[in-house]
């Protein structure tokens, strides 16, 4: 069984900063890529930013230059810093990563997810 467990989500004023963290646990062999997703009211999700296992990173433009994806392979877990937030920043963020576990093949597994509000 593998958990996927954000946090640091909240809210913030325009301008502001939020680190989100990602831990994954559970009989983990090995963890390829992890990938921030959001999901704000009415849309579809989107993928943020990805991270590879060697450090490779992919960025949506919408947040080039103002977010920072990070990973900590000893811990098993991946960062998003979040600068110059914007109210369209506003959604839930979910974690993903392809995992391997146990005896079983790589798979894809998500976080709960954890709600960022940027407001004055």
């Known amino acids: 069984q593998v958990q996927l467990v954000e946090s640091g989500g909240g809210l913030v004023q325009p301008g502001g900063s939020l680190r989100l963290s990602c831990a994954a646990s559970?009989?983990?062999?090995?963890?390829?890529?992890m990938n921030w997703y959001r999901q704000a009211p009415g849309k579809q999700r989107e993928l943020v930013v990805g991270?590879?296992?060697?450090?490779?990173?992919n960025y949506a433009d919408f947040v080039l230059g103002r977010f920072t994806i990070s990973r900590d392979n000893a811990k098993n877990t991946v960062y998003l810093q979040m600068n110059s937030l914007k109210p369209e920043d506003t959604a839930v963020y979910y974690c993903?990563?392809?995992?391997?576990?146990?005896?079983?093949?790589?798979?894809?597994?998500w976080g709960q997810g954890t709600q960022v509000t940027v407001s004055s």
């Open positions: 559970g009989s983990i062999v090995s963890i390829y890529g």
């Open positions: 991270i590879s296992s060697s450090g490779s990173t």
């Open positions: 993903n990563a392809l995992i391997s576990a146990g005896l079983f093949l790589p798979q894809n597994y």
